[in-house]
């Protein structure tokens, strides 16, 4: 179904309430899980504590597939912050949406391309901050003519190209599985008794389904954020 942004303007910007809502949503709910996870630390975790430390040696995985830990240890933290951030946000849109006065308020806020591309610039801006930071500005720089200097163009083509794929792939897939339930949604409101406990079955297995593909959409992510970051700093690259 059709709903309209919530706008509203201050000293002459724009600004998306719901996304300004979601993204604080989703900021809260990660850092208390952060906070519950390590309020009580033990040597033998047990509960949140195991949880965190799961992901902990997770990301670490990530890292270690994408380049040395020498270089990729600084992305730990990173890393953990990505995948659990995109996690929640991917999931907030699923069980329900707000909507006030024909205005969505409560979505996933990875369901909106403003902020998958926004994420997707920051990496794109923290590989090339590291890139320089570790290899010099002139190391840096003679990456981008090596092997051949006419592949320039190219390799800055690629870097915007990354950047949309990155941002549009998120958007893309977790918008398309909240918008698949919308329509469920309203196809259950306006059928009899019968047809919507035929199409209850299909509404869960899409949400199912679209945990699985949040989940895996925010492994891709941080995975692929670690290999640029890989390709900037490091030294075989």
Do not use: C
Request: no cysteine.
């Amino acid at each position: 179904m059709e709903h309209g942004i919530p706008q509203f303007e201050f000293m002459g910007l724009w600004f998306n309430g719901a996304n300004m809502l979601m993204i604080t949503v989703a900021s809260l709910i990660v850092f208390l899980i952060a906070v519950l996870s390590t309020r009580k630390l033990a040597m033998k975790p047990t509960g949140m504590q195991n949880f965190f430390e799961w992901v902990m040696d997770f990301v670490k995985g990530i890292i270690n597939s994408t380049m040395d830990w020498r270089d990729g240890g600084r992305f730990h933290i990173l890393g953990i912050t990505l995948i659990m951030y995109i996690f929640v946000s991917n999931m907030l849109g699923l069980p329900f949406a707000i909507v006030v006065d024909e205005k969505l308020w409560w979505k996933s806020p990875t369901a909106d391309p403003m902020i998958t591309l926004t994420l997707a610039v920051m990496v794109l801006v923290l590989s090339h901050y590291y890139g320089v930071k570790l290899k010099g500005v002139k190391g840096y720089a003679k990456g981008f003519f090596s092997p051949m200097g006419f592949l320039f163009p190219l390799k800055i083509i690629e870097e915007f190209a990354n950047t949309l794929t990155l941002g549009l792939r998120l958007y893309g897939n977790i918008f398309a599985g909240e918008l698949l339930l919308s329509l469920l949604a309203a196809g259950l409101a306006h059928q009899g008794i019968v047809g919507t406990i035929a199409a209850i079955p299909l509404t869960l297995v899409w949400q199912g389904f679209s945990i699985f593909v949040g989940t895996i959409q925010a492994y891709i992510f941080t995975m692929l954020t670690m290999v640029y970051l890989s390709h900037k700093v490091s030294h075989d690259h």
